[in-house]
């Protein structure tokens, strides 16, 4: 069911209804149809909206519009995408005349878009040139895939570097990891416009923040997802980001969402709901956990791992794949978020339970704690 029309836009002084442009949007807007529509919901992004813009209108693949949902900004937002609009007809702005919020302002922006594909990015991230290019030709060539990001550079304020990330490269460890946590970054997503105009399905607008991880389970249900290896991508991560301004409420968000796509993703296994979600509760909301509780809760994830590769007929190579991803978030879920990792004798009862029983899961604990080790002597 599409999600409930609210509020009005305005675009370019105009005043109209958010069910499609018009006014002086739609009078500007050229009668090609383009292959792809960037979506970009904005507000107060001066600090860094040139440099996204540029890295859009830079792209090697060029049919594509460049739609910006403008979000009440005070700043020199307005301005600046207005002058992009002058120079390039690619680029539509649309004016929220009220604060709607991300949620609302993404479910404006997917109604407006005219493109086969829509590909989502931030106002403060940057695309490398051959990212549309990437993803159209993927998309064009695997109709089973409904959706396709791309991994990424972690950036801070200074576009310096700080880490790269690539996960979830196959559709199966996308669908395995959607049940935990988000198994892709939103602003590197491209998606198929059938999963909105035809299947109906909007963002949630009963989530403000963290409303692409339920969008993605959800969309799983008319398609299978994954994530391009290649780096395509530069995710900005600064104080005023909203991964940083609401943190605790994103993070609540990711807890409700992994707890509700289990039990969709595994209907026949309700005798792991409860320890799944305890274990999501340490992930998404640094739940203390006890190293009873933390070795019962890996046994679970394990025997929930071994179930889902059978279930989706995977190979023993896909299998031990699978397990290795499944350690990663072990240790992120009970070992840092859990608190394990602040109690050297729990820790270390930890590693001599999972050296027993699950050595690859001790590996990893290990590994995590070399790296940290590591961290605290170069800091000293």
Avoid at 59 to 71: N, P, R
Avoid at 125 to 150: C, E, K, M, Y
Avoid at 248 to 257: H, I, L, N, S
């Amino acid at each position: 069911m599409a999600a409930p029309v609210r509020g009005r836009i305005e675009t370019r002084g105009f005043d109209h209804s958010q069910t499609g442009p018009c006014g002086a949007d739609a009078m500007r807007a050229p009668a090609h149809v383009p292959r792809v529509s960037v979506l970009i919901p904005v507000r107060d992004g001066e600090p860094f909206l040139r440099e996204a813009v540029d890295s859009i209108l830079d792209q090697t693949f060029s049919d594509f519009e460049l739609l910006f949902i403008d979000d009440g900004s005070i700043d020199g937002t307005a301005a600046i995408l207005e002058a992009y609009a002058r120079g390039d007809r690619r680029v539509r702005v649309l004016h929220n005349a009220t604060k709607l919020g991300l949620t609302a302002s993404l479910n404006l922006g997917l109604r407006a878009t005219r493109g086969e594909y829509v590909a989502r990015m931030d106002h403060d991230d940057w695309s490398h040139p051959d990212r549309l290019l990437r993803q159209v030709a993927f998309l064009d060539t695997n109709p089973g895939i409904i959706l396709v990001g791309t991994s990424f550079a972690t950036i801070d304020g200074g576009g310096r570097t700080r880490k790269v990330d690539i996960e979830a490269t196959t559709w199966w460890e996308f669908e395995w990891m959607s049940m935990f946590r988000p198994p892709v970054c939103h602003p590197t997503v491209m998606l198929r416009a059938s999963l909105f105009r035809e299947f109906g399905a909007y963002y949630d607008e009963t989530y403000v923040v963290g409303q692409d991880f339920d969008y993605w389970c959800r969309a799983l249900d008319h398609g299978r997802g994954c994530v391009l290896r290649d780096v395509l991508f530069n995710y900005r991560s600064h104080p005023a980001s909203v991964s940083a301004t609401k943190r605790d409420q994103q993070r609540d968000g990711f807890y409700r969402t992994a707890t509700t796509q289990f039990r969709r993703r595994m209907p026949h296994r309700a005798d792991l709901y409860d320890p799944i979600d305890r274990f999501n509760e340490c992930l998404h909301r640094d739940h203390p956990v006890t190293v009873r509780d933390a070795l019962g809760m890996v046994r679970t994830i394990l025997a929930a791992a071994a179930d889902f590769a059978a279930m989706r007929g995977l190979t023993n190579r896909e299998h031990r794949t699978l397990l290795r991803l499944a350690t990663r978030w072990i240790v992120l879920g009970l070992v840092v978020r859990g608190g394990l990792k602040d109690k050297p004798a729990a820790f270390a009862r930890f590693l001599a339970g999972t050296t027993s029983l699950f050595p690859y899961v001790a590996a990893e604990a290990v590994l995590y704690l070399c790296r940290r080790l590591r961290l605290i002597s170069l800091m000293s």
